[in-house]
């Protein structure tokens, strides 16, 4: 009977352990799974802009590239390539000097050779800066085609910006058939600037 007592006692002494452990088991995965939870919502929530392409430079609208080729064709008749061309030129001088249109502060001076096409690009420049020969502050100088160049010169400071078209511009534009000025000119006014000429600046 003794015996028998004891082991009974043995066996609730053992389920009490045994009960004891599981309880133990059971809270430590409740513990952990709210540990790691945690870190998880304090996660920064803009992250995919880490991954996000940059902002590409607006295009001009089709009122915007209009209103160029108005302007050019004003002062030159068609607005060509290569005249659209040199409003490009005398919208990014002024823009460099901060100058708004007409006015005294620039001399533009366009060395080309004789030959229409290369002399378009001065009358878009006058289209764009308000300079003009009766002002005598846009000039042109007749030069051999490797030394072509346009030069324009804030009179004040006396920095001047070097403007040379880019070969891949003369070879894309030159000799466009005149029923196409138009078309290639809208072509030049959408252009980034890159695409149509380099330019240096002269202390």
Same mark, same amino acid.
């Given at each position: 009977?003794?015996?028998?007592?004891? +082991?009974?006692?043995?066996?609730?002494?053992?389920?009490?352990?045994?009960?004891?452990?599981?309880? @133990?088991?059971? =809270?430590?995965?409740?513990?952990?799974? #709210?540990?790691?939870?945690?870190?998880?919502? $304090? !996660?920064?929530?803009? $992250? #995919?802009?880490?991954?996000? /392409?940059?902002?590409?430079?607006?295009?001009? &609208?089709?009122?915007?590239?209009?209103?160029?080729? /108005?302007?050019? @064709?004003?002062?030159?008749?068609? %607005?060509?390539?290569?005249?659209?061309? *040199?409003?490009?030129?005398?919208?990014?001088?002024?823009?460099?000097?901060?100058?708004?249109?007409? *006015?005294?502060?620039?001399?533009?001076?366009?060395?080309? %050779? %004789?030959?229409?096409?290369?002399?378009?690009? @001065?009358?878009?420049?006058?289209?764009?800066?308000?300079? $003009?020969?009766?002002?005598?502050?846009?000039?042109?100088?007749?030069? =051999?085609?490797?030394?072509?160049?346009?030069?324009?010169?804030? !009179?004040?400071? +006396?920095? $001047?910006?070097?403007?040379?078209?880019?070969?891949?511009?003369? /070879? &894309?534009?030159?000799?466009?058939?005149?029923?196409?000025?138009?078309?290639?000119?809208?072509?030049?006014? !959408?252009?980034?600037?890159?695409?149509?000429?380099?330019?240096?600046?002269?202390?």
């Amino acid at each position: 009977m003794r015996t028998l007592l004891l +082991g009974v006692l043995a066996v609730l002494l053992f389920c009490g352990l045994l009960q004891r452990g599981l309880f @133990a088991h059971q =809270k430590t995965p409740t513990t952990h799974r #709210s540990a790691t939870s945690r870190p998880a919502t $304090s !996660r920064p929530v803009n $992250s #995919s802009s880490a991954t996000s /392409k940059p902002t590409s430079r607006p295009q001009r &609208t089709r009122q915007q590239v209009n209103t160029i080729l /108005k302007q050019v @064709a004003a002062i030159h008749g068609a %607005p060509g390539p290569f005249a659209v061309a *040199g409003y490009r030129m005398g919208m990014y001088a002024k823009r460099h000097f901060g100058l708004a249109y007409g *006015g005294w502060h620039l001399l533009v001076s366009h060395y080309t %050779p %004789p030959k229409v096409q290369y002399s378009c690009l @001065a009358d878009g420049l006058q289209a764009a800066t308000g300079t $003009s020969p009766g002002k005598m502050n846009l000039r042109m100088h007749f030069v =051999k085609l490797a030394h072509m160049r346009t030069v324009i010169t804030h !009179r004040k400071s +006396g920095v $001047s910006l070097i403007f040379r078209l880019r070969q891949d511009f003369l /070879k &894309t534009y030159l000799n466009t058939p005149r029923k196409d000025l138009k078309r290639a000119g809208g072509l030049v006014a !959408r252009l980034p600037y890159t695409n149509i000429f380099d330019v240096h600046v002269r202390p």
